[in-house]
């Protein structure tokens, strides 16, 4: 990897990623000195071409007690966190890593990447420089592989640069245009949103065009209204341009990502509902509280009715009783309640034939 004549491409993701590390890492810190941060980079390689997708930080353990300036790298948490990332994308391997800096450290960083060359053979070395330069017209950024060049009659370890290209995706262009554009006015949001919008309102304006035809042939097939000859031919013209959509791999696709949807649809009312128990069951807590308890025959404080009374009520009568007997028996906090109440309205539901329960 690494080698002369690669087609070596660096995503944005590893570039905003590195500048986060080096930003979070120097924000909060006392020195004058910027600190810098190292990290691992992963991707995928096909032959000569090395696409260089996502990263991660790396752990800096204590200096070794013969080299206190000589970066030591916590070998257990990189593979961990190696072990982590590839569970989540498998067709990925380590590349190379990362670092900040005015400048290379000749010496410790060909140490640290000597360590890289235990999971990568040859590993590349991207160098990001910090310093901000306004008349700059190239990334502060850095490409690098090592090489074994024979100096003073003796083998010796350097960094040769290599050319890069960076490569990007449609979502990163969104996400690099929102957080890398410059605006005067944040609620303008970038220069993607109009185009978004304009398409959301020519998606609207045709939506409603089709409804108008859709009504039109309704009408003409229940007789309410004349068929024009001309109108429908022009009508059949349209429907002929649209592709056709009635393959079996159109459909599975279709299926899945509409199934993919309503789950989530269906998720998000379940947290929603839940949400709402919650903040029910800890209102009425607070109120039994105030009130001085009760247990299942008692009323609140001792005065109220009792459980026969409470089932004269009506549901909402029941449910009251059913829940300081609940309290008394102490199962009065919030989540015990929100079962309770989901337990109480299949009771009520299915009691009085007013709701289908699950």
Not at 35 to 47: E, H
Not at 121 to 133: G, H, K, R, V
Not at 184 to 205: Q, R, V, W
Not at 274 to 292: E, Y
Request: net charge negative; aromatic share 10%.
């Amino acid at each position: 990897m690494g080698e002369a004549g690669q087609n070596i491409r660096l995503h944005p993701l590893v570039i905003m990623n590195i500048s986060d590390h080096y930003t979070r890492a120097n924000a909060n810190s006392a020195s004058k000195t910027p600190a810098r941060v190292f990290g691992a980079i992963f991707g995928v390689q096909s032959g000569r071409s090395v696409e260089m997708s996502n990263s991660f930080e790396l752990v800096l353990g204590p200096p070794s007690d013969d080299n206190k300036e000589r970066f030591e790298i916590d070998e257990k948490a990189f593979k961990e966190d190696t072990d982590l990332y590839k569970a989540v994308f498998p067709e990925h391997e380590f590349l190379g890593w990362y670092s900040t800096g005015t400048e290379i450290d000749a010496v410790r960083d060909l140490e640290l990447h000597r360590f890289m060359m235990d999971f990568n053979e040859s590993p590349l070395y991207i160098f990001l420089d910090p310093t901000i330069d306004l008349s700059a017209k190239d990334l502060p950024i850095q490409v690098f592989q090592s090489e074994v060049h024979i100096v003073d009659e003796a083998p010796k370890t350097q960094f040769v640069p290599r050319p890069y290209s960076v490569s990007t995706e449609e979502a990163e262009r969104i996400t690099v245009d929102h957080v890398v554009k410059l605006q005067s006015d944040f609620a303008e949001g970038s220069s993607i949103t109009p185009h978004f919008k304009s398409l959301y309102n020519a998606i609207a304006m045709l939506n409603q065009r089709i409804a108008v035809l859709h009504r039109f042939l309704r009408d003409v097939q229940a007789g309410k209204a004349q068929a024009d000859q001309t109108t429908l031919r022009q009508i059949k013209g349209i429907c002929n341009r649209l592709p056709a959509a009635n393959s079996p791999l159109f459909s599975h696709d279709f299926l899945a990502e509409f199934n993919d949807a309503m789950l989530l649809t269906y998720l998000a009312s379940m947290t929603k509902g839940i949400g709402q128990i919650s903040a029910l069951a800890d209102k009425f807590g607070d109120l039994t509280a105030r009130g001085g308890g009760g247990g299942m025959g008692g009323g609140m404080g001792g005065y109220g009715p009792g459980e026969d009374e409470y089932a004269a009520m009506g549901p909402a009568g029941g449910m009251r009783g059913f829940f300081e007997g609940r309290r008394a028996e102490g199962r009065g906090s919030s989540a015990g309640v929100c079962v309770d109440v989901w337990a109480w309205m299949i009771f009520v539901g299915k009691e009085n034939d007013e709701t289908e329960w699950i």
